[in-house]
């Protein structure tokens, strides 16, 4: 599957005070990204949650900076030079993950092989494939 949506990095939870207790919560960034990924893969995917062992290849594209050369950026784009620099890959994991909870699967805890790549694009997507093994 393919979602037309720029990757976010799940970022460290925020906490606050409600009264006497402590909540955490997600910034609203990855709140909103992962609201809009579910909706998303509801609207496109129309089959049952996979509820077995479950591998999971996914392919993360990010947009490439304005400010660099012709030649640069077209290292970038053919895939030459890849995104070694922050956000951590671990992190797009984390909250794409989360976000098709429910929808592809019923839980993430249910995915035994992990395959995560990161690249670079003019047309910003998450693309993953999900096998039940």
Do not use: C
């Not at 910034?27 to 998303?40: A, G, W």
């Amino acid at each position: 599957m393919i979602f037309e949506i720029e990757p976010v990095e799940q970022a460290r939870p925020r906490a606050a005070y409600i009264g006497r207790r402590i909540i955490m919560y997600d910034p609203e960034k990855v709140k909103n990204f992962k609201k809009e990924l579910y909706h998303l893969a509801k609207e496109l995917y129309h089959g049952d949650r996979a509820d077995g062992a479950l591998e999971v290849e996914i392919y993360f594209y990010r947009p490439v900076q304005k400010s660099l050369s012709k030649k640069e950026r077209a290292r970038r784009l053919s895939g030459k030079r890849r995104p070694t620099m922050k956000p951590d890959l671990d992190n797009y994991v984390k909250s794409a993950l989360d976000a098709l909870n429910g929808v592809l699967w019923t839980d993430d805890a249910r995915i035994v092989d992990l395959h995560a790549h990161k690249y670079y694009s003019d047309r910003p997507r998450i693309e993953i494939t999900v096998r039940e093994l």
